[in-house]
């Protein structure tokens, strides 16, 4: 019996034919998969703590520090002490991480854009609106 009978399959099977294109377009800005969440959270608020970033992201502690030391490697950030606790760190931003964003944005305009292709507009949003109340969101 193959696994594509499920509805969870296709979804999952859907979700990365639409994610494939914008993770071409992140690896041209020099980014992998999820750093653009990451880099986003900084946009909002620069200097936060690898904590913090792991509580907004929701994600583990690991992946958090993962995705730090490559995009400090890559230059795309910097950590720094934190002035009032000298156990924690904070993250920012450098030029090239700030520089970053406007690629980043496009990269998901144009995937925003493929959301629901063949979709009429009512059914587009009828589509996030039942993904929202399925799996949570904003």
């Known amino acids: ?5 499920h509805d969870s399959y296709q979804l999952l099977a859907a979700f990365k034919r639409w994610r494939r294109p914008l993770d071409s377009l992140l690896g041209e800005a020099g980014l992998s998969a999820g750093q653009d969440f990451l880099l986003d959270e900084l946009w909002q608020e620069d200097g936060l ?3 913090e ?3 907004r992201l929701g994600v583990e502690q690991p992946t958090v520090a ?6 400090e490697a890559a230059g795309f950030l910097r950590r720094g002490a934190h002035e009032r606790d000298a156990r924690k760190v904070r993250i920012w931003l450098t030029e090239r991480g700030r520089a970053a964003r ?7 305009q144009e995937a925003e854009q493929r959301l629901g292709t063949g979709l009429t507009p009512a059914e587009r949003t009828e589509l996030v609106r039942l993904l929202k109340r399925s799996f949570g969101g904003d």
């Open 49 to 51: 703590c690898q904590a």
């Open 1 to 5: 019996m193959s696994l594509r009978r």
């Open 53 to 55: 970033l792991v509580r």
């Open 102 to 108: 406007p690629a980043v944005e496009a990269a998901w």
């Open 66 to 71: 993962k995705a730090v030391k490559r995009l």
